[in-house]
């Protein structure tokens, strides 16, 4: 399998870039498999090329029901960061943000990885105080965060609009300058071309519609390509999450889904560095390297399954937006869209053994599983190849619900989105 | 989304609050067993397809509803009032 570089780009652009080789086979379903991945969204192809790179577990194959990177992956408003509070949280979001800085160069594919900082906003004493809290604890487990006030804000941010006039006037914010962006679709390809170059199967357009069992134990999927055996299998299909479990049995998990949207306008020419939160609603907002501005809030509020939204969020998405810039008035909307996201019920996310024998479940990325990939396929790796979580995962589980060990950052309790 | 509220008629949407799984069945107040109670507050069955759940008239009448929606095509194919002036109890 050949390298790129600028010597290849080269050398094919000789040729009219006719001759470059697809980036990963088509291969035909085995009947057998050492482990196999539900789902070729990030985490399911993360979690193979890992398998393959710090296991030497090869023999896998990566089952996925539609074409590769049609799920979220292709979906995000591609924000990465680690500024989270509890423990457990932080030391996973750090060790991907770790991934995800040397991603470009492991893969060998641009991830177009950009650290152009996030500031989240504050427009209250109260909000100044949390923030505080929390850049301090992000920089006690060793995370970067810097406490800024209303001048900086705005001598960083020249678009934003940082007067009195408004209701909700900014007091400053937390900016964790290592956090930024990277390349959705990029991540889905460079990974999947990883995986397959360690042998790999990744199987496209292969939907699974049951499991074999013997009697509790999982033993093989049934898709539509025939059936398929192993004696592994990750479940990673994110907002799916629930109907692909039922088919192996299980009708409950502290999972809903519900859909979020994304909005991109017309492109403009450079005008925000930075990825910027709004503290007074629910907005993200940064740049695109093609100059449109990437937005998203909200969830619509109630469980879907559709992969679009209604009109009423995208209103209040927009409407914060215009408070944030408001130069941003006449700007035009170019696309948009939605993604089904696995809402756990405490905001954190699920990476364990079972609930079946057989059986090892990725889910509850909520809207912040993007961020994730690289952590969350290295330590499902792991999980699937040592039987047991590992530290950075061991919080992550099924029954931590049970137990009263909830991992809730936002201390909102158990409502899906009221993060 | 339009949802015809009993009382109120067809209003969109946004006039509503989504309160979450109707089929949920909260324990006894004096049932101990936590994981009963854990199955309550946690636990859903999450379903592609018809979902009972309960949506809160609270930018008009304030009525408690229970509707049943398709989550994948979000259309409505019932609502009923819940509490003291539903059939249920009437
Ligand atoms: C609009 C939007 C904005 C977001 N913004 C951000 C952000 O800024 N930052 C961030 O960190 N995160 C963000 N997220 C969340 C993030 O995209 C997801 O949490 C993450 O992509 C989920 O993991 P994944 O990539 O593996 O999911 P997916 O790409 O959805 O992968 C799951 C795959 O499983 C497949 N599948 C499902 N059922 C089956 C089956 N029966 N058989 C075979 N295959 C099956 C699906 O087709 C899909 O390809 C956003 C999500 C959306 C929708
Ligand atoms: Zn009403």
Redesign the pocket.
Known sequence: MSRYSAFSLFKNALSGHKNWKRAWRAPEPQKKYDVII?????????TAYYLAKEHGITNVAV???????????????????SNYMLGANTRFYEHSMKLWEGLSNDLNYNMMFSQRGLINLAHTPGQMDAFSRRGNAMLMEGVDAELIDNQEVCRRVPGLYCGQNTRFPILGGLCQPRAG?AR?DA??WGYARGADQYGVDIIEH????GFIKDGDTVTG?K?NRGEIFAPKIGV?????TS??MK?AGIDKLPIESH????FVSEPLKPFLNTVVTYGAGHL?ISQSDKGGLVF?GDLDGYNSYA?RGNLPIFEHVAAAAVTMFPVLSRLRLLRN??????MSMDGSPIICKGPLPGLYL?AG?????????PA?GWCFAYTIAKDQPHPLNADFTLDRFYTGHELDEGGSGPYPGHQ | MIINCPICGPREAAEYSYIGDATRVRPEADNIDLNSWSDYVHQRQNPRGNHHEHWQHSGACRSILCVTRDTLSHAISGVKLVGPYSEDTK
Request: glycine residues 22%.
């Open positions: 539900i789902g070729g969204g990030g985490h399911g192809l993360a089952l996925e029901k539609g074409g590769l990177g049609s799920g979220n992956i292709g979906r995000n408003t591609t924000i990465i960061r962006t959705h991540v889905a292969c939907e699974v519609i999927v898709t990673s299909v994110a907002g799916n109907t692909v088919l859909v979020l949207q994304a993200y998203g992969q869209w939605g993604g089904i996201m696995d990725n990325w909520c809207y912040g599983g993007f961020k994730a990939t969350a």
